[in-house]
C-alpha cells in the first residue's frame, strides 16, 4: 500500500510541475501559475512537518452516557 501511494504522489508531483510549465515558459497565465505554486507550497509544506500530520484516526468516543 506504501508503494501505490509513493507512485500517486509521483504522479500528482508530475501533474503539477507540468501545469507550472504550461503556465510559465509555454504559455503565461499568472494567476494559474500562482495557483499551481501555491499548491506545490501546501503540499511541500504539510509533508516536512510532521506535526501536522494525525498520529492515528480513532472514531471517537461519545462524551457522555445516555
Do not use: C, R
Not at 507540468?18 to 503565461?28: A, Q, V
Not at 499568472?30 to 503540499?43: C, G
Amino acid at each position: 500500500m506504501k508503494l501505490i501511494q509513493i507512485i500517486v504522489n509521483i504522479i500528482l508531483y508530475g501533474y503539477l510541475l507540468w501545469s507550472l510549465y504550461n503556465s510559465t515558459i509555454k504559455e503565461w497565465d499568472p494567476w494559474d501559475a500562482f495557483v499551481v505554486i501555491f499548491l506545490l507550497f501546501v503540499a511541500v509544506v504539510i509533508s516536512l512537518m510532521p506535526g501536522l500530520h494525525a498520529p492515528k484516526t480513532s472514531p471517537g468516543t461519545y462524551p457522555y452516557d445516555d
